[in-house]
């Protein structure tokens, strides 16, 4: 009889734990969110996972500075985007490992290989999604073209080393040369402004707080963990309790 009633608290004190988790994950989530800036400076590459409609305060290289609601980063032209990626090369201690444009590489992917040489770097913007690309020469002369991150596997460069595509989107990300833009729209008291990226020295954008959600995820993972394991138990219990009462 004890055995049972043991089983059952057991049981009952799981179920009642089943949401404490995710509150008190969330509760943390929030307590390290609160501790975190409200803001914090954008730099280089990170311009890009500014969130359409964001309060933006742009300080210039006068000293001036802008407040306003983020629009768009503006196109900049392809020119543009390679200078850019060469001085990213000299400029950046981390991206110094960035294959040259002009250099012939193999471009490893899914379905194989393909050997040619780089003509351009790329920058492809869509309304949820951004990545960084190559345009190449096929050796074999089969026509130009284009591979970005998420289509790569690697980069062998013309040491023969090999270059992940992960590591050239981690190179990338902490770049403070490279930036696919020409310049920040935004709205302000004045109306829609563009400011070319030469004449701003710092960005300051709300920062990402995920600590709460975070925090929410892990709490309800432990949660069903222990719901599962609650279940378990009970249908145990149950099994053993009717065989014991048929007689089995």
Known sequence: ??????????VAALLLLQSGCSVVGLGIGAAIDAHKPDTAIVRGYHLITIEQGSPLTVTLTNGSRISGTFIRGMPASPEWIDT??????????????????????????RSGLIRGQIEYAGFRHADSDNDF?????????????????K???AVRR?????????DIANALGQSHTFVPFAGIEM??????????????SQVIAPSHKQGKWN???????IDLFMYVGAWEIREAWLYREIRRIVGF
């Open 1 to 10: 009889m004890w055995k049972s009633l043991i089983a059952a608290a057991i």
């Open 215 to 221: 925090g929410l995820l892990v709490g309800a993972a």
């Open 133 to 149: 690309c190559y345009g190449f020469e096929p050796v074999d002369s089969s026509g130009s073209r284009e591979f970005c991150l």
């Open 151 to 153: 289509q790569l596997l």
């Open 187 to 200: 709205v302000t008291n004045k109306g829609v402004q563009q400011t070319p990226l030469d004449c701003i």
């Open 158 to 166: 013309p040491d023969g080393s090999l270059l992940k595509s992960r």
């Open 84 to 109: 850019l990626y060469m001085r990213t090369r000299s400029n950046d201690s981390g991206c110094a490992i960035l294959p040259a444009l002009g250099d012939t590489v193999e471009f490893i992917h």
